[in-house]
Structures are given as C-alpha cells and as structure tokens.
C-alpha cells in the first residue's frame, strides 16, 4: 500500500455519469453531491473537474473565511479593491469564456453569504453551471442549495456507503492481495462502508502490524482492541454537526446501552434526543418502558472513547442514580464504561459483564473486561470464558492453561465436558500443554469425591455419569463416529443439562454426517430446534450458519445462503475475524456455482488461510480441496500442487466437515491436472466407497464432476442414485434429469436440461451442449435452428474479450497483467476460462478461434 495520492475511485460509477449527463445537458444548472465526512464528495468532484480538461473555476469553503464576505474567491478577484465593485469583478471572473461555465464549489456547506449568493443567482440565471459539495444537516436537508434542488434546478446526488463488493475491491487495490471476509467485514463495519475511514483504517492497520499476509492472503490478527486516533478524529469532526444537547444525549445513551425515557426528560434532553430519532442515529421501542437505544456503528465505538473522563464519570453518576431494569447488553455495557471512567464496579460485577460479552459475541469487550480481573479471583464459568475466548483467538496454550484452571475449580461436570470439547476442537494435534484426557477424567473423580463428602452425590450421580459416558465416547470415537445410526447420541441433544458447547458439537457432526448422506433437508430441521434455544454467540455459532448456509445450498437456494451471510450476528472485531474462513468458504462455492473462478479461487484461498490461521481443523480438508479445485479452474498449477501438499499435511485423527466431498474435489483436481490414471482409479474407488457406506451426496457430487471434466456417465446409477437423494436435495435434481438425458441419447432433451440451468453451473452446461452437438454429428441430424445456434453460442465476457485482443497483438501474460493493472494470476485464470470458450488450447490459436466464432455470431 503506497503512501502516494491514489486517485481511484470506487463503486461511484452512476454518480460519475450522473454528474456528467448533468453538466452536458440543458435540464439543469447544477449538481448537489451530497455525502458524510468522508463519503468522498471532493475527490468524486475533483475526479470530474480533472476529466473536464482541469481548467474549470475551482473554490473551496472555509470556515476560517465564512465570515468575509466573497471570501471564496479571494483567489479570483481582489478582494481589498473598491467594495462597489466586488460583486461586479465576482460575476465577470465566473462568467467569462465560452459556452456556460462550470464553477465547482468543495465544501459549499461552508461558504459565506455573499459567495453562496452570487452562485446561486447565477445558476438560477443559467450564466453558470454549480457543482457543489455538501455534508448534510443532522435532519438530511440540503442546505445552502435545497431550494434548488426542490424546484429541480440543480441535481441532487447523494453518496451512500460503499457496498460490500466496493469495500473489497477498494482494499484489494490498496493492499495489493487477497482481502479475507473477516478482515472485509470488520473494515466495513469500522468504516460504515465511508471511503476516507476505509484508508485511514487501512494506514493504522498497516503501522501496528494488525493485518498479517499469509500466502497473499490479508488476515485480520484479531488481536487490537483499540481503535485509530486519526479514524477517531474523522468521525469527531462528524459529531460537531450535532448541537450540545444532542452530542449529550447521543452520549448518554451509547455509554449508557439504553436509557429511560423519563430518565432522558430529566436530564432535559429529550427533545434532543427525539431530533436523533427522526435522524436515523437512535431508536425508540422497548416492551413495557420506551427506552432510547443508539444504531451500532463505528462512531458509536469512537464515543465510548472520546467523551472526557469527567463528564463521563457525572453521566456514570446520573445513570446509576435512576432506578430501573437495564437489560443485559446495557448492564453489560455499564460494566465497560464504569471500568473506562474510573467508577467503581466489583470483580462480580465485572465477571459477569464479561461472561455475558462473551456470550453476545463481543468478544473484544469480553477481553477488555477480563483483563481488569485477576484470574485467581475468577470462579470457573469466568476461567472458561476466557479460556475459550483465548482459544478462539488461536492463543491455544494460553487458553488450554486457562482451561486448566477451570476445570481444577469447578464442581460442574458439564463445565468439565464443556472445556473437554473446546480442548478437542482447538488443539487437535495434542500439543498445547498443561491439559490431557486425564486431567478431565481426574476433575470428574475430584467432584464426585467432594460430592460424597458433602452428602450430595445422590444428586449429582446422574450428571456425573453422563459427562464420564461423554468423555469416553468422544474420546473413544475421536468425533468420527460420534452420529451412530442407533440414533443414540441424537437423543443426546434433548438430554436435560447438556452443556451448549457440546451440543453445538453434536449437532455440527450430525449434520455434516447428514449432508453426506443427502439428506440436506433433514440438517435444517436438526439446526431448527438448537438455534431456537441457544442463548450464546461464540464459535458454536459460526459453525451452525456454516452448516445452515452450505444445507441452502445443497439444496439450490442460493438466495437464502446469502442472506446467513448478510445477517451479522455480531460486530466484534475479534468473532467477525473468527468466523473469516467459514465465510469465505461459502462466497467460494457461490461464485463456483456461478462460474465466477477467478472470484472463487481468491476466496478459497482467503478460507484456507483464515481456517489454518485460526486452526479451525474441522473446516480444512473442505477448505484446501476447494482451493485446489478453484486453482485448477483458473489453470494456476503452482497453487494447486502447494494446495495438495498440505491438504496431505492435515492431522489425521481430526473431524472434518464434507471430508468426502473434500476427497472427491481434490481427486478430480489431481486427475485433471497431472492426466495420470492412478488419480483416476482413487476417483473411482472413492465413488464406490462413497455409495456403498452411503456418503449419497458426495457420491452424487462425484457422478457430476466425472461427467463435466471426462465426460464420464452411467445413466442409470444416475437415475438410481437420483431416486435415493433426498427429493430436496439440488443434485438429485440434477441427477434425475440428466441421468434421463443420457439413458435416452436425445440431443433435444439433454440441450433443452442445459439450457434451463444456465446460468448457473456454467461448466455442466457446456458439457451437456457438446455431448448433445456429437449425438447430432453421429446421427447426421441437427438441433431446430435457434436451438443449435444457441448451442453453439460463445460470449466472452469484456475482460476476457480485452485480454483476447491483447493476446492477438503479442503480449505476454506479465505485460497483459501490466497493461491492464490487475496479477499475472489474474490473467491467468482469464486465458485458461478463454481457451476453453474458444475450445483451444494455445496463444497462437486464438486470433483464428476469434475470427471463426465471430462469424457464427457469437459474442467475443
């Protein structure tokens, strides 16, 4: 990331032509871009007053000169002249030259009145066009300019924040890599998707060393819990927007979490608090008692650090002087803010603060509390807080010594079983001392001693019986056959004080165990009944939205497996980073479905680093086949051989989510890649197993890449494979109607399947449409005439149509790569989907290829 002017702009595209179509038409006299501090309303003008010719009357507001009167054009004009003749020497300097001049005004919000005055007369004269830059009023008017923008004499352009796919291609231009989800979320969050946060936070990222690159991957540490002076100030220079009173109130209720109505009437704010309200920066609900909550944010976070000490002690005073029920998250938040300003707050108090952080997902604050308590003085559900959030932060010695520290306090069995499993999940190697299998059947057999001594064991018999029965078969099974077909351990998940952490466990194996077998519809009613009870946000958590988006997407529904990863279950720096590689492994099957390879091989490879960075074992074989699978889509070799060895590299006696659909999608990488017959003999061996041991939705998935990358079938094990699925399950589907194609050989029907599954699954499609075309050949027959040309059709995409015309004029793929300003893997992922369109298989090929399916009438 350079620290040189970077002019790039991004995700403005329609304001761009907006303002254009603006000030070449003759509809109207001006633009008013409209935008928050930050929102990039200058460099958006400055980018059209630069594409103008750069000659154009350029001024800027000040407030250092909002009170002279012409002071804008102090640059113009002189403004020490006669006074007389000021406005006359304004118009002319503004007016001259030919056609209608355009005066672009930075900052007009700031303007004195005389400046604004004159351009807007003369803009509402047409002597001039006006393009203004404005920050609005708290209540969103237009300002200086409104009456214009009403009466449709100017444009009027406000700038939103940047979406999701905007803030992602912004930071990969900066940083020059591979951004992963989690560190895209917690900038787009941090930002509130503004542009100028987005660098600042990008330059204070980069100074403290928090974003780490691992193999052109840019991962989040996860580790700061403090935020950017610089971004701070960004956002201070916001809030001076707001009046006293509302900065007040504003202030009350973010360190506050909530505060009562009547408590906001007291302190003589309400009226205040009311105009934040109508502005969209509080909310008013609550059930029983209307409380005033803040919409989270990041300037939310920047006022829990800027309000001075001692006005934040007097409002701490005043909050905890009103009587009242607070929920958890305010309670919570109180304990932060009491610890922040200096008030004091009890080790009980702070402990549970932080236990229910850790259960909200705000794990950063949960680490800020925690860190105030000396662990001696924690009971043991805190310990295991903390341990688990260390483990989460893959500080897995610390937290396997702070696991230890529990489970010698507790007299919990289930709090025993609990730290059990998150030892099982995070240190899979066995490597991080002081903890082994003994030491949880030892504290097992230290709180039925201690029981019996106390006369209560009769009570705690049952528990302790069913962690030693947990303990044993966890530890027997190593989580592989944990999901017995007996169904017992299903009963597991109904069973009376079952600690969560175990029942998340549970469920995720099951359910992965499940999707194997084809029966994704039955996962959803699995994860129906644990998500309804379940109080925490954690790592448990991340599991069961993976295991809930990869269900909508076995069973076709895209759109539903986007909107679990729309929804943010929290906004913790340190749980979105946590959750990065389960994320990115789902946008990696989304854009593989759409056949966006070059997409989908830079998040397989942002999934596999996150998930490896974090150790979350359980998601790697998934992660590094899918990588390797992307990396042989898009023809890059290198990655996909590094890729193989370290998915060869993986902990054997780990559970791994989709470990068979893993084997087959690296098995298919492997024959492809290296032609040779040993890969595919494994690929058959593997789908046999696969149907045998009743792995159907692997077996399927095997059935289909065979077909796409060999044109390998068995209609009829299609067909019966498809009658086993289950009827909800997208493949079985797919199945069905292809395994019908084929049995029948009808070039029609096998077209017309291809034809409706377009555009997704782009590489079957092409598949079933050459088979189709040879059963024509063979039988001297054609498709009717649109079908066949549609058949036929190829249409490159603009960039693959760019480089094609590169290719033809001689450029290497380094210069392509130059020339164009994106990698030299990029390119190549590029030509290798190219070659394919155009059926070819070398540089020299394409200008010829070109030519001939231009005359088909195809779109290249």
């Excluded at 998707?193 to 540490?221: C, F, H």
Aim: charged share 25%; hydrophobic share 45%; glycine share 8%.
């Amino acid at each position: 990331m350079s620290d040189a002017v970077d002019t790039a702009i991004f995700g403005r595209d329609r304001e761009l032509a907006e303002i254009d179509a603006a000030l070449r038409g003759t509809e109207v006299s001006g633009v008013v871009i409209q935008g928050e501090h930050g929102m990039g309303k200058s460099r958006l003008a400055a980018r059209v007053h630069a594409d103008r010719g750069g000659q154009e009357t350029w001024i800027r507001g000040d407030r250092v000169l909002e009170g002279v009167p012409f002071g804008a054009f102090g640059l113009l004009v002189d403004l020490d002249g006669e006074p007389e003749t000021v406005l006359a020497r304004v118009v002319a300097a503004l007016t001259e030259g030919p056609g209608t001049p355009v005066v672009f005004a930075d900052d007009a919000h700031c303007l004195d009145e005389s400046s604004l005055a004159a351009l807007w007369q003369l803009a509402s004269d047409g002597e001039i066009k006006v393009v203004a830059t404005m920050t609005p009023t708290v209540d969103g008017r237009t300002g200086s300019f409104g009456e214009l923008v009403a009466d449709g004499v100017f444009a009027h352009i406000p700038l939103e924040p940047l979406t999701l796919d905007d803030v992602s291609a912004m930071l990969e231009h900066h940083l020059g890599g591979i951004v992963s989800r989690g560190a895209l979320d917690v900038a787009a969050f941090q930002s509130s998707g503004v542009p100028g946060l987005i660098i600042e936070l990008l330059q204070y990222a980069r100074r403290r060393s928090r974003l780490v690159l691992k193999r052109g991957v840019w991962l989040l540490d996860g580790l700061d819990i403090d935020y950017d002076q610089r971004a701070r100030d960004l956002v201070s220079s916001d809030l001076a927007r707001y009046t006293d009173d509302q900065r007040e109130a504003l202030e009350l209720v973010v360190l506050a979490g909530e505060i009562e109505v009547e408590l906001m009437l007291a302190a003589g704010l309400g009226e205040a608090a009311d105009s934040l309200v109508a502005a969209g920066v509080l909310d008013l609900g609550g059930q029983g008692r209307p409380v005033y909550t803040c919409v989270e944010s990041y300037s939310t976070e920047t006022v829990r650090y800027t309000v001075p000490v001692g006005r934040s002690r007097q409002m701490f005073a005043l909050v905890e002087s009103h009587p009242g029920t607070p929920s958890k998250r305010a309670r919570m938040l109180r304990a932060d803010w009491a610890l922040s300003c200096g008030a004091k707050v009890s080790v009980a108090d702070s402990v549970e603060a932080a236990r229910l952080a850790a259960g909200m997902g705000e794990w950063q604050r949960a680490m800020r509390i925690l860190a105030e308590v000396p662990t001696e003085d924690m009971d043991a559900p805190a310990l295991f807080d903390l341990g688990t959030l260390y483990c989460d932060l893959n500080l897995i010695p610390v937290g396997c010594d702070v696991l230890a520290q529990a489970i010698r306090k507790t007299d919990d069995p289930f709090l025993v079983v609990e730290a059990f499993v998150v030892w099982v999940l995070r240190d899979v190697e066995r490597t991080a001392p002081p903890l082994s299998g003994s030491d949880f059947v030892a504290a097992l057999d230290r709180i039925e001693a201690e029981a019996a001594s106390a006369g209560g064991l009769a009570d705690a018999i049952d528990a302790i019986d069913l962690a030693r029965a947990t303990l044993q078969r966890v530890s027997e099974s190593s989580w592989e056959g944990l999901p017995g077909d007996d169904g017992s351990v299903l009963a597991w998940l109904g069973a009376e004080g079952l600690p969560e952490t175990l029942r998340v466990a549970i469920t995720m194996v099951v359910g992965a165990k499940e999707l194997e077998r084809g029966h994704a519809r039955g996962v959803g009613d699995l994860l129906d009944p644990i998500e309804a009870v379940s109080e925490n946000i954690g790592s448990g958590t991340i599991i069961l939205d993976l295991a809930r988006a990869w269900t909508h997407l076995q069973m076709g529904d895209r759109s539903s497996a986007e909107a679990v990863l729309d929804v943010p279950r929290s906004n913790d720096l340190v749980y979105r980073t946590a959750g990065s590689g389960a994320r990115d492994l789902i946008v990696t099957r989304l854009h593989a479905e759409a056949g966006r390879w070059d997409r989908a091989f830079r998040r397989a490879c942002a999934a596999a680093e996150a998930i490896d960075n974090w150790r979350q074992f359980e998601f790697a074989a998934l992660a590094l086949a899918q990588a390797q699978y992307t990396a042989m889509m898009v023809g890059n070799h290198e990655a996909a051989e590094e890729f193989d060895a370290r998915y060869l590299g993986l902990p054997p006696g780990a559970a791994y989510v989709e470990s068979r659909r893993a084997q087959i999608l690296r098995l298919i990488a492997r024959a492809k890649l290296t032609g040779q017959q040993r890969f595919r003999d494994d690929l058959d061996s593997a789908l046999r197993t696969a149907e045998e041991t009743g792995a159907l939705a692997a077996a399927a998935c095997a059935r289909i890449e065979l077909f796409v990358h060999f044109g390998e079938y068995d209609a009829d094990a299609m067909c019966r494979l498809a009658a086993s699925l289950d009827g909800g399950d997208r493949d079985a589907r797919l199945l069905a109607e292809l395994g019908a194609s084929l049995d029948a050989e009808d070039a029609e029907m096998l077209a017309s399947f291809a034809r409706d599954l377009s555009p997704t699954l782009p590489e079957l499609v092409d598949a079933c449409l050459t088979l189709a075309e040879s059963w024509e050949e063979r039988a001297g027959t054609a498709l009717p005439g649109t079908q066949r040309t549609r058949a036929r059709r190829v249409e490159l995409t603009s960039r693959e149509s760019q480089i094609s015309r590169l290719i033809v004029d001689g450029l290497t793929n380094a210069e392509i790569a130059e020339e164009i300003g994106v990698a030299v893997r990029t390119v190549e992922g590029h030509t290798y989907r190219l070659y394919r369109k155009l059926n070819i298989t070398s540089r020299s090929d394409v200008a010829e290829a070109l030519d001939r399916f231009a005359d088909e009438g195809s779109r290249v």
